[in-house]
């Protein structure tokens, strides 16, 4: 049984809670919050062994076989070096840092630990991400010319992505996904990139993001945090096209032909919230003494963080770091 435990009390920790307490190889062991009480709620609704009211003093329970980072994007470069630091093993939120040099330095303390570190995009992970590359490495739809997803959610009442001390914005928070599901179709010939952006209090709130791959291949992206997308994905072949509902959290997976006829649909298999299947590779990555899970290995990472880092040199923005 691995104990497992969260660094942050927030909207995204009860989610991880809600869903490891339905799991059968983990125990709710630990929650830390810089306000105690609300890690004592933790206890209280989802049976959490022990509450802490500082994550140094969680960290140095010696009992911890995990640590879940479910803190800001600004602070998970601090939390997880400090886990690591602690000799924790750790699981953190997307997106991983703030930027590469960061995700770098932390990739290097946790091989000088031989400690796990990974990255926590749930779509990497998810069963939906083998369904696509089977439907795609079949050659049903040809050969893949063209992507095109977006992502999006009203979301003004969330305060830290407004807050560029919070590194809010969209790009970390959604066009992370965009650049994984990209990557995850068309891989890492990239030839150059392409963005558009709009920023309000601070931050970027919607951008559209286009890369050119080697070959002749577009990925044709937008996401924002100011209004409802479809967050519809669709893979475009020679052949046919895939339909991706929900690129968040793949719900369907519907396959045309060149007639634009249906001539598949595929349903994911049910799930207790989809952040079940990272936790899961955790638990194989620890038995089987892997500091990297291989759905999200260490490059890819640190390759993502780059393009993101690019994309915001190409609006002359960057986001303050802690001191």
């Known amino acids: 049984m691995l104990n497992f435990a969260i660094i942050g009390a927030g909207a995204i920790a009860h989610k991880m809670s809600a869903t490891i307490v339905e799991m059968d190889k983990v125990n709710a062991y630990a929650i830390a919050s810089r306000n105690l009480s609300k890690a004592e ?17 969680m960290l140095a329970d010696t009992e911890i076989d995990l640590v879940y980072i479910a803190t800001p994007h600004s602070h998970h470069f601090r939390h997880a070096k400090a886990a690591l630091n602690a000799g924790k093993n750790v699981l953190c939120e997307k997106s991983f840092t703030v930027n590469a040099q960061q995700a770098k330095d ?5 091989r000088e630990k031989n400690l796990l ?4 995009i749930w779509t990497r992970y998810m069963p939906s991400r083998k369904m696509i590359d089977d439907i795609i490495d079949s050659g049903i739809i040809g050969e893949i010319k063209n992507v095109c997803a977006n992502i999006g959610y009203e979301l003004s009442d969330v305060v830290r992505l407004h807050d560029p001390k919070l590194a809010g914005g969209a790009l970390l928070d959604l066009g992370v996904y965009l650049i994984n599901f990209a ?5 890492d010939e990239i030839e150059s990139i392409d963005t558009s952006v709009i920023f309000e209090r601070g931050v970027d709130i919607s951008e559209s993001i286009t890369i050119k791959y080697k070959g ?40 045309y032909n060149s007639e634009y006829k249906l001539i598949s649909e595929q349903t994911v298999p049910t799930q207790i919230s989809g952040y079940e299947y990272q936790v899961e590779a955790c638990i194989k990555a620890i038995e089987n003494g892997n500091i990297e899970c291989s759905e999200m290995p260490h ?10 880092d690019d994309i915001r040199k190409s609006w002359d923005y960057e986001i303050p770091l802690l001191d």
Not at 41 to 57: D, H, M, P
Not at 183 to 187: D, E, I, P, S, Y
Not at 216 to 236: P, T, Y
Not at 299 to 308: D, F, L, Q, S
């Open 41 to 57: 709620k933790f206890v209280e609704q989802y049976g959490f062994s022990k509450a802490y009211g500082s994550y140094e003093e």
């Open 183 to 187: 990557r995850m179709v068309l891989g």
């Open 299 to 308: 490059a890819e990472t640190i390759k993502v963080m780059e393009i993101m």
């Open 216 to 255: 002749n291949k577009l990925a044709v992206m937008q996401c924002g945090a100011n209004s409802v997308h479809s967050r519809m994905g669709v893979i475009m072949g020679t052949k046919g096209f895939i339909e991706v509902i929900n690129i968040n959290n793949p719900e369907v997976i519907k396959v």
């Open 117 to 120: 570190l990974t990255e926590a």
């Open 106 to 110: 932390l990739i290097t303390l946790a």
